[in-house]
Every structure is written in structure tokens, then in C-alpha cells.
């Protein structure tokens, strides 16, 4: 009879374990679900928000491109002399689709002299432009121009370019900074050869322009 109660108590304990492992096989297959269902619909949003946010800069720099100045040195840029010194007139066109603002010379210096200021030196003379390049408010629309004045101050103070020999050339380099309407910063580089011909007469050449650089901080 006690074998009997020992086998029944057996059986008994038996079923309660098979229904404990029937409820909390399911319970636990449940919540390996849904913890893989929460982490690949993370991944999944975390995938979705770095796609949107690739869209978003593709579409801001499309933006950009499509309102970028660009300005290009006009041929009929030209030099004169004036009291044996020699100016250069150099006219910026903007070929861009955006309306370039804040124009102003990048100088690689305090003011030189006559309240001039240096965007370019090379080993005979330093150029420079007057503070009227600096206008801030300033805008060139696209196809419009902007002119600057180049003065060139020869650094031997007991010569000029028009005393030196009959044939002599220089190249001036210099940088341009300016906005756009995103107000974006950018900084283009311009350059051209200079040659004193027969007669004192100067002749310009060899512009080149460089594509802008954004130089936003």
C-alpha cells in the first residue's frame, strides 16, 4: 500500500513539473521573441534614421551646390598707369546661380601703406587693394560683376616696374572670401600674369581661377 502512495506521489510530482515546463516553455520562447523583435526593430530605425539623414545631406548639399557663386576674372580686365605707378582693374563675374554677399579680399597683412591692404607679395613687389573691396553689404548677383583695383608697390623704394627692363612678367595670386544666401562661407583663389611690354605697356594674361572652398567653421 506505501509503494502504492511512494508511485502516486511520483506520478503527481512528475505532472506538476510537465505542467510547469509546458507553461514556461512558451513563456520563455515568448520573451527571446520578443527581446529579437525589439532589437531588430531598433536596428531597423536606427537603419531608417541614418538613411534619412543621408537624404537630408545629399538634399542641403544639393542646396548648396545649386546656390554657390562662382566667379571667374573677366578678359577685359586690364592695367593702366597713373603718376609712374601701376594699377591692375580687375573684374570678378559671378557665374554662379546664387547671389554671392560679404565680398572682401583674404590679406596676408596689416595695412601696407596709403591705407592699401596686401593680397599678394612675390619677390618684386607686394599688391594690394583698397578698403573699398571690403564692402559688406555688398551683392553680385549671378552674371553681375565686381571690380576691385590692384595697386603695385614696388619694394626697392628707388624703382618701379616702368624703370626696369624692356620685358618683365610676375604672376599675382590671391583669394576672394565671400557668402551665399545659406550664408556658407567660401574662399576662392584667383590668379594672372603681369608683363611690362615696349613702351611701358602692361599687359595681362594666364587668368586662372581656382573652384571655391567652403570654409564654414
Known sequence: MIETIEIINELAISDIF?????????????????????????????????????????????????????????????????SDKVYFNIFLINKGNGIAIKVNGKYIGLIYENCLFPLCETNLAVYNCTSIFDDKIKVVRPEEEYQLIIRQFIKNKSTDILSLSDFYCDEISFSVCFSDMYFNQYEQEFSFFIYKLEENRISLSGFSVKNPILINN
Open 18 to 82: 510537465s505542467g510547469l515546463l509546458s507553461a514556461i516553455i512558451p513563456l520563455l520562447i515568448l520573451v527571446i521573441t520578443l527581446r529579437f523583435e525589439k532589437k531588430q526593430t531598433k536596428q531597423q530605425l536606427d537603419q531608417e534614421k541614418k538613411e534619412h539623414q543621408e537624404i537630408l545631406h545629399l538634399q542641403n548639399e544639393s542646396n548648396r551646390i545649386a546656390a554657390m557663386p562662382y566667379f571667374i576674372i573677366s578678359t577685359r580686365s586690364c592695367a593702366h598707369v597713373e
